[in-house]
T-cell receptor, first 114, second 115 residues
Framework: NAGVTQTPKFRVLKTGQSMTLLCAQD?????MYWYRQDPGMGLRLIHY???????AKGEVPDGYNVSRLKKQNFLLGLESAAPSQTSVYFC?????????????FGQGTRLTVV | KQEVTQIPAALSVPEGENLVLNCSFT??????LQWFRQDPGKGLTSLLL?????REQTSGRLNASLDKSSGRSTLYIAASQPGDSATYLC??????????????FGTGTRLQVTL
């Protein structure tokens, strides 16, 4: 029962470097999300996707890009990392259909930008 | 804009106590409310989901209630155990931009159950 898997779990970047976070789900869910979690601020939505080939901006999209080339994968990219992007990143997925569906989360990626 | 508040931010109780965690939200037009547990350095584990038409949901020692009109939910934990120590988050699902719904999270209650 893999569920939602995030890769990598930890990463340290230097300012200006780029990287891609991978989220993979094996539940055939249509919807996928990227959140960031910062102390005292709760989880905030970065980008989301309502299906293969679609992406949309969330609350805090600046500095991030995403792609959903395959239904099971949702990639989050940082083109030029900044210290303000130090955070814990969570991916989530849920089924399509009724909005009364449960969201499932990955284990998180802890990113530090120095 | 939906805002979710959880009070208290931290709570410490002795083992065996029954306890209540509170969640309030500003926009009552929600689809559902979900309670999560988060252990330090870990992801979110879904505990209970209450649909907007429901008043409560139960799972084992956990009972979640929802009063949509007043914008409140409570998570009741019976006979607390040290293994219940974690941060508990509530999140409400509302209509977002376009036709996509969105989850808005509270900042959580950090629970410690002591021996």
């Amino acid at each position: 029962n893999a569920g939602v898997t995030q890769t990598p779990k930890f990463r340290v970047l230097k300012t200006g470097q780029s990287m891609t976070l991978l989220c993979a789900q094996d539940m055939n869910h249509e919807y996928m999300y990227w959140y960031r979690q910062d102390p005292g601020m709760g989880l905030r939505l970065i980008h989301y996707s309502v299906g293969e080939g679609t992406t949309a901006k969330g609350e805090v999209p600046d500095g991030y890009n995403v792609s959903r080339l395959k239904k099971q994968n949702f990639l989050l990219g940082l083109e030029s990392a900044a210290p303000s992007q130090t955070s814990v990143y969570f991916c989530a997925s849920r089924p399509q259909g009724a909005r009364n569906t449960e969201a499932f989360f990955g284990q998180g990626t802890r990113l530090t930008v120095v | 804009k939906q805002e979710v508040t959880q009070i208290p931010a931290a709570l410490s109780v002795p083992e065996g106590e029954n306890l209540v965690l509170n969640c309030s939200f500003t926009d009552s037009a929600i689809y559902n409310l979900q309670w999560f547990r988060q252990d330090p350095g870990k992801g979110l584990t879904s505990l209970l989901l209450i649909q907007s038409s429901q008043r409560e949901q139960t799972s084992g020692r956990l009972n979640a209630s929802l009063d949509k009109s007043s914008g409140r939910s409570t998570l009741y934990i019976a006979a607390s155990q040290p293994g219940d120590s974690a941060t508990y988050l509530c999140a409400v699902r509302t209509l977002g931009t376009g036709t996509a719904s969105k989850l808005t999270f509270g900042t959580g209650t950090r629970l410690q159950v002591t021996l």
